[in-house]
């Protein structure tokens, strides 16, 4: 092929795009999120009315370690990372997340300080969902809410379930009945 096979007329571009250059709609991103998975198109419209939508650069924090938890992220373009501090003081990276993770879910019900602080890896778009989006929800919608908080349980057991497997594959301690062995009480932390 030659250069005047690949070249296209400027003003007709964006007709012969690909898909794949299109950018998901905010629905079908939400669509995604497994919170979310059983609403109708039209509940996914209504949320994605109150959803928050923010983009940040890289090196930007998004999360503080030790903020009050408010609420969910889905990471929908970029990546970020997951910061702890070590006990020497320094930042140490000791994850990072992509499209289409979540991180905070929790907190959705739980407003414990956050643990890590989560910063931009590169120029990133999140959609954030907050507890008072949900309670509003829950109160002029209310099986709607359900069907969220539904799903947030079902999501919350299989995070939990996940973490329990990388501990015992760390070697933590647990007896077969599911039971903490030597001597550490599970409702103590």
């Known amino acids: 092929m030659n ?11 964006n007709v012969f795009r690909e898909e794949s250059d299109a ?15 059983l609403l109708s198109p039209e509940e996914l419209h209504l949320v994605s009315r109150i959803v928050h939508i923010r983009t940040f650069k890289a090196g930007e924090m998004i999360i503080r370690r030790g903020a009050e938890q408010s609420g969910l992220y889905l990471i929908r373009t970029g990546a970020v990372n997951i910061v702890r501090r070590t006990v020497d003081g320094e930042n140490e990276v000791v994850g990072t997340l992509h499209p289409p993770e979540l991180l905070g879910e929790f907190a959705l019900l739980d407003s414990t300080p956050r643990s890590s602080s989560i910063v931009a890896a590169q120029i990133s778009q999140v959609i954030g969902f907050f507890k008072p989006d949900l309670m509003d929800i829950l109160v002029t919608k209310p099986a709607l ?40 009480d599970p409702m103590a932390s």
């Open 3 to 13: 250069d005047a096979e690949h070249m296209i007329d400027p003003e007709w571009h």
């Open 23 to 37: 950018e998901e709609s905010l629905e079908d991103a939400l669509d995604r999120i497994p919170i979310f998975g």
């Open 145 to 184: 809410g359900c069907k969220i908080l539904l799903r947030l349980a079902e999501e919350m057991n299989h995070t939990l379930s996940k973490d329990y497997g990388r501990l015992q594959a760390a070697g933590f301690p647990f007896s077969q009945d599911g039971e903490q062995e030597v001597g550490i």
